[in-house]
């Protein structure tokens, strides 16, 4: 789960036997626990592993690489117009 989406929400789904992980437990060597999204993209591509966003760009940079982006599901979570996505 990306960092632009709270880790409550990681939390919850893990509870219900997702096996799900914000970027800030999965990547803690980076600064402020937040990985570059290219990182991301080829952890998700090296483990086949979902990412989760709100941020619109993460389609952008799939875009950009499609050999990769065949391998990696990316689930774009939206809520409601000026509903803050962390919460």
């Not at 970027?23 to 290219?38: E, H, M, N, R």
């Not at 690489?65 to 979570?77: E, G, I, W």
Request: with cysteine; glycine share 2%.
């Amino acid at each position: 789960m990306d960092n632009d989406l709270s880790p409550a929400v990681a939390e919850a789904l893990h509870a219900v036997s997702f096996d799900c992980v914000h970027v800030l437990k999965q990547f803690p060597d980076y600064p402020d626990g937040s990985a570059d999204d290219a990182v991301i993209l080829e952890y998700c591509v090296r483990t086949q592993t979902i990412w989760i966003t709100s941020d619109e760009k993460r389609e952008r940079l799939i875009k950009r690489f499609p050999s990769q982006a065949q391998k990696v599901t990316l689930l774009l979570v939206k809520g409601p117009k000026n509903f803050p996505a962390w919460l």
